[in-house]
Every structure is written in structure tokens, then in C-alpha cells.
């Protein structure tokens, strides 16, 4: 949505533009092309000045969210569209330059567009009870990725200098254990070995913490991959299913069970197991591990590679109402794999989180606290 005294401009320089292969329509306030090679329909809509906050809501807003702004809007004696709020009876603009003002005449909040789905947010929103959603700027972490000692492509040191560039105080090095023998697993031997090269990592860069992880796999019968007393020797273990997707409900509900009652385990991985495009995520009472994971104060995952964007945002607000705390991670296999903390983000606030719902905000000493890595280990 764009608007200005030339915006007709805009519309003519977007369709010019060399990642544009195919007009699909050009007129004096819409243009629609296809953009780069994977072909995405990309609209551009020129707005005059007073209509562009009414646009933007209409355009981010879910069908749903807007079908009852409208109807809270009829209520009042309202008529709202893309143009602008406005008095039935006269036609009289009431709102539309900005998307707080539209909001505020329909006597709400403004809502963040991630939450507009007509799940709750706009009676939130009428009693000023919408939570304070999380920013990306407030993660001070990243707590699953994978370095050359399993399948990753950069090393310890790498992966580390990408975090500090993002402004993190600490990461968490999370290989992969035997079971994946494709991705080069790590033994109990090569793990603790691996723990003592992130102490000596530490040593020499007191400014910045690494925790020393692992992936392990939960095994068929909800056994972990490596012994718990290798286990015990690093700082954060995240556990996640990487075979035998296909069992009953039954069957792998049991086998989540088992594997939070490590006491090594921290963090359930990509909890879903679904890969976008690819592979639907395994069947098993998800209430029942939520509960299970709250009372033992193990976190639930929300990967935020693009391939899986796990767990998805309904998941999130049920879990949340569950009482369980999450990370959020982006599974990194390059340093350059660490930007996509942004994907996890914008999944967290679909799924109302803020900032105190997930563990990776806190400061380099208070997550050093909670995971009980104060000591010398990592």
C-alpha cells in the first residue's frame, strides 16, 4: 500500500523493476506482477492520504478479524471498507489515515497485525487486556544450532562470532547425537569431549557465553540417544524425535512421556515434527505432553527454521494456556542460518507470547540461573 502526491509513480516504477517477469495488471492506483523466480503475485495499491491506515488494516486483517470490525462497526452506525471509517446516515469520514485511528473509533485498542484472526483479540482489545507481544530486539540468545562436529557448516567459534554480531549475550551449541549417523552424531565420548572445548571457548571470552548442548535424539521407546551420565555433563539438552514418526497417538505420547522424564532434558525440539511442504507432524495428545512438559518445567520449542516454523501459533496459545514456557531457535546449520530468529519471533506473537513467556530473553546470568549452568561446566 503506498500513497503520496505521486504515487502513480510508484506504481510504475514497481512494474519496471528488474525481479518483475510478468504484468498482470498496471492502472493508475493497482499494479499486480509476478515477483523473482518463485513467481509470487505481489499487489501494489496507491491510496489517497486519508484512506492509507484504513487500507493497511484492511489488507492485513484476516478475513475474519475484518468481517467483525465491520460488524462492530455496523453496531455502531458505521460503515467501514478499505477507504475509510465512516457515519452511515451522512457519509461523514470519521477515521482512515492511520490504523490506530480506525481502531480507536471503533472504541479499541490498536491490534498488532500477527493477532488478527478473530480468536479472542478484539474483546482484548475493547477491555485493554491485549498482552504486550514480544520483540525480536528482546532475544538475547539462541539456543539450537549445529556446528562441523554433526551436519552444521560452521564451527564453534563461527557460530559464535554470528551470534555476537546480533547482539546476543549467549548461545547454546546443540549437535546432534549417534542415532542421526547421517549427520555425523556426536557419542557420549566426542559430546564431553566437545563440552570441554566450549569451556575452553568460555575461558577465553568472558564477554559472551556458549552452553554446551546437544540434540539428542528420543529413541523409539522414549529413551534418550546418550547416556544420562553424558548428558549431565552439558549445560542443555534439547531432546526431539528424528525417527519413527509414523506411530500411533498412543504409542508416541508414550514415548514423549519417557523422554521428559530425563532429568537432563531441557527443551522439547521442533515439538510437532513437521517439516513445511514435506512431511505433516506426528500424531500424539499434545495437551497431555504440554502439561507434562509445564509441571517438569521443560520448555517447548518454537523452531524457527523456515522449513518448520514449529510450533504453529495455535499450538503456542495452547501450550501458553497450559502453563508452559518456551524457546525460541532457529536450528541453525550456517552462521548465516542465525537471522532467521525473526521467523520464531513473528510465531510467538501470533501466538501471544511476550517477552516473560520465553526463556532466550533473559540476560546471559538469569538463563545461566534457570538452567542451573552457573557453575563450571560450560
Same mark, same amino acid.
Given at each position: 500500500?503506498?500513497?503520496?502526491?505521486?504515487?502513480?509513480?510508484?506504481?510504475?516504477?514497481?512494474?519496471?523493476?528488474?525481479?518483475?517477469?510478468?504484468?498482470?495488471? #498496471?492502472?493508475?492506483?493497482?499494479?499486480?506482477?509476478?515477483?523473482?523466480?518463485?513467481?509470487?503475485?505481489?499487489?501494489?495499491?496507491?491510496?489517497?492520504?486519508?484512506?492509507?491506515?484504513?487500507?493497511?488494516?484492511?489488507?492485513?486483517?484476516?478475513?475474519? #478479524?475484518?468481517?467483525?470490525?465491520?460488524?462492530?462497526?455496523? &453496531?455502531?452506525?458505521?460503515?467501514?471498507?478499505?477507504?475509510?471509517?465512516?457515519?452511515?446516515?451522512?457519509?461523514? &469520514?470519521?477515521?482512515?489515515?492511520?490504523?490506530?485511528?480506525?481502531?480507536?473509533?471503533?472504541?479499541?485498542?490498536?491490534?498488532?497485525?500477527?493477532?488478527?484472526?478473530?480468536?479472542?483479540?478484539?474483546?482484548?482489545?475493547?477491555?485493554?487486556?491485549?498482552?504486550?507481544?514480544?520483540?525480536?530486539?528482546?532475544?538475547?540468545?539462541?539456543?539450537?544450532?549445529?556446528? &562441523?562436529?554433526?551436519?552444521?557448516?560452521?564451527?564453534?567459534?563461527?557460530?559464535?562470532?554470528?551470534?555476537?554480531?546480533?547482539?546476543?549475550?549467549?548461545?547454546?551449541?546443540?549437535?546432534?547425537?549417534?542415532?542421526?549417523?547421517?549427520?555425523?552424531?556426536?557419542?557420549?565420548?566426542?559430546?564431553?569431549?566437545?563440552? /570441554?572445548?566450549?569451556?575452553?571457548?568460555?575461558?577465553?571470552?568472558?564477554? %559472551?557465553?556458549?552452553?554446551?548442548?546437544?540434540?539428542?535424539?528420543?529413541?523409539?521407546?522414549?529413551?534418550?540417544? =546418550?547416556?544420562?551420565? /553424558?548428558?549431565?555433563?552439558?549445560? %542443555?539438552?534439547?531432546?526431539?524425535?528424528?525417527?519413527?514418526?509414523?506411530?500411533?497417538?498412543?504409542?508416541?505420547?508414550?514415548?514423549?512421556?519417557?523422554?521428559?522424564?530425563?532429568?537432563?532434558?531441557?527443551?522439547?525440539?521442533?515439538?510437532?515434527?513437521?517439516? =513445511?511442504?514435506?512431511?505433516?507432524?506426528?500424531?500424539?495428545? %499434545?495437551?497431555?505432553?504440554?502439561?507434562?512438559?509445564?509441571?517438569?518445567?521443560?520448555?517447548?520449542?518454537?523452531?524457527?527454521?523456515?522449513?518448520?516454523?514449529? =510450533?504453529?501459533?495455535?499450538?503456542?496459545?495452547?501450550?501458553?494456556?497450559?502453563?508452559?514456557?518456551?524457546?525460541?531457535?532457529?536450528?541453525?546449520?550456517?552462521?548465516? #542460518?542465525?537471522?532467521?530468529?525473526?521467523?520464531?519471533?513473528?510465531?510467538?506473537?501470533?501466538?501471544?507470547?511476550?517477552?516473560?513467556?520465553?526463556?532466550?530473553? &533473559?540476560?546471559?546470568?538469569?538463563?545461566?540461573?534457570?538452567?542451573?549452568?552457573?557453575?563450571?561446566?560450560?
Amino acid at each position: 500500500v503506498v500513497t503520496g502526491q505521486n504515487a502513480a509513480a510508484a506504481l510504475d516504477r514497481f512494474v519496471a523493476h528488474p525481479r518483475v517477469h510478468d504484468v498482470l495488471g #498496471h492502472g493508475s492506483n493497482k499494479a499486480s506482477a509476478r515477483w523473482g523466480l518463485e513467481g509470487l503475485q505481489v499487489d501494489v495499491r496507491a491510496v489517497p492520504a486519508e484512506s492509507y491506515g484504513a487500507a493497511m488494516q484492511y489488507f492485513t486483517g484476516s478475513k475474519e #478479524h475484518n468481517v467483525a470490525l465491520r460488524q462492530r462497526a455496523q &453496531r455502531m452506525g458505521l460503515t467501514l471498507n478499505e477507504y475509510g471509517l465512516f457515519k452511515i446516515d451522512s457519509e461523514e &469520514r470519521v477515521a482512515g489515515a492511520s490504523e490506530e485511528e480506525i481502531y480507536r473509533a471503533l472504541g479499541l485498542a490498536w491490534i498488532p497485525p500477527e493477532m488478527r484472526e478473530n480468536q479472542g483479540e478484539i474483546e482484548a482489545a475493547e477491555k485493554g487486556e491485549l498482552p504486550d507481544l514480544l520483540e525480536l530486539a528482546a532475544m538475547r540468545g539462541d539456543l539450537h544450532m549445529h556446528t &562441523r562436529e554433526s551436519d552444521g557448516r560452521g564451527t564453534l567459534e563461527e557460530m559464535a562470532a554470528a551470534a555476537q554480531a546480533l547482539g546476543y549475550e549467549y548461545v547454546a551449541i546443540t549437535d546432534h547425537s549417534k542415532a542421526l549417523a547421517m549427520a555425523n552424531g556426536l557419542d557420549e565420548l566426542r559430546a564431553v569431549a566437545f563440552a /570441554a572445548e566450549v569451556r575452553e571457548f568460555n575461558a577465553q571470552n568472558p564477554h %559472551f557465553r556458549v552452553f554446551s548442548g546437544l540434540e539428542c535424539d528420543i529413541l523409539r521407546d522414549g529413551k534418550m540417544d =546418550l547416556s544420562e551420565d /553424558a548428558l549431565a555433563e552439558l549445560d %542443555f539438552v534439547v531432546a526431539s524425535v528424528h525417527s519413527y514418526m509414523n506411530l500411533e497417538s498412543a504409542e508416541m505420547t508414550d514415548r514423549l512421556l519417557r523422554a521428559l522424564e530425563s532429568p537432563s532434558v531441557k527443551v522439547l525440539g521442533h515439538p510437532t515434527g513437521r517439516v =513445511l511442504l514435506h512431511r505433516d507432524a506426528y500424531a500424539y495428545d %499434545f495437551d497431555t505432553i504440554a502439561r507434562e512438559a509445564a509441571k517438569r518445567n521443560i520448555w517447548m520449542e518454537i523452531n524457527a527454521s523456515p522449513e518448520r516454523l514449529d =510450533l504453529h501459533a495455535t499450538l503456542i496459545r495452547r501450550a501458553k494456556e497450559l502453563g508452559c514456557k518456551f524457546t525460541i531457535s532457529t536450528d541453525a546449520h550456517h552462521p548465516k #542460518h542465525l537471522a532467521n530468529m525473526r521467523f520464531g519471533v513473528t510465531m510467538a506473537r501470533r501466538g501471544w507470547l511476550t517477552a516473560a513467556d520465553v526463556m532466550n530473553t &533473559r540476560s546471559r546470568a538469569a538463563f545461566a540461573e534457570a538452567i542451573g549452568a552457573g557453575g563450571p561446566r560450560g
